[in-house]
């Protein structure tokens, strides 16, 4: 099997986006949290451990972080709805968090988690993604949450690297790549 990856998103422009992003999150929740009461950053794993680390380190408002997972993918093919791995018990009641995620692409993770933690009494919800495909959103999803926070905007493509990762290689890559290879590839699924 033949593997090609061509470039998407360098390394520094990543990191330019991100501190960006930062910026944006930091003005919306300044007045908002407290150190009593902060901003609770919830990262998906493992996909967005690269990403989550370094807006962190960049928002000033106070905050912390904790970990959700789920999965619905096996390699490129969804296997079913996202089920919770990890983190479904968070305790979010009066809290204002932020979804911190990899790629939005149909929509059912993002739709399953800020559905269980509105359930469960957040103040507010809000999503950041290092990379949006809303070219895959699920059409019954498309109004059931929002992206507030996006990093870049892509089209169908099958993208590694930066924590995104192809039956777990191309997580550790420096930059954002678009992934191809023989035909086996379905083009583009993500979570």
């Known amino acids: 099997m033949a593997v090609t990856l061509t470039p998407k998103f360098s390394g520094a422009q990543i990191k330019s986006r991100i501190t960006e992003l930062a910026a944006q999150i930091s003005a919306d929740y300044a007045g908002k949290v407290t150190e009593e009461n902060p901003l609770l950053v919830l990262c998906t794993l493992r996909g967005a451990v690269f990403f989550a680390a370094d807006l962190i380190r960049e928002i000033t408002v106070p905050c912390e972080m904790d970990f959700i997972k ?91 690297g930066w924590g995104l990762d192809y039956k777990d290689r191309y997580r550790l890559l420096p930059d954002i790549m678009i992934y191809h290879e023989d035909a086996e590839t379905n083009g583009g699924d993500h979570a």
């Open 70 to 160: 789920l999965h619905s993918y096996e390699g490129t093919r969804p296997v079913g709805s996202p089920i919770f791995d990890l983190g479904e018990q968070i305790k979010v009641s009066g809290r204002h968090v932020l979804i911190v995620e990899d790629i939005v692409d149909t929509g059912q993770t993002m739709d399953t988690v800020t559905r269980n933690f509105a359930d469960k009494g957040a103040s507010g919800i809000e999503i950041c993604t290092l990379l949006d495909k809303p070219s895959r959103r699920i059409e019954e999803l498309k109004n059931s949450f929002r992206v507030k926070y996006i990093g870049f905007e892509v089209e169908n493509l099958f993208i590694v």
